[in-house]
């Protein structure tokens, strides 16, 4: 099953400018965006914040204030969630 994570200019841009923003590209965004649906798709983590520790590792330090958003961060649960639930059903057969 593939999920799509949907990338929200308004709103990444509303959260730039209050936070300053000097140097951040839309496309590096939309990047980090992309990674978070795939691992959150992966099955390999628990929810928002394991993503988020792991992009920040991964060199996304503005994922902290990314996923500062209840929205994003239900939407990136239910998909580890449903993501989990399918590797132990195939685990199962």
Known sequence: MQYA???RPDLLY???KSAGGKGVSRERDVHMWREAGKLAASGDYEGWLAI???LR???FPRAKLLFDNDRVREKLDDICRRAREQRADANRT
């Open 57 to 59: 590792s991964r060199g």
């Open 5 to 7: 994570f949907t990338y």
């Open 14 to 16: 509303a959260q730039r």
């Open 52 to 54: 988020e520790s792991e």
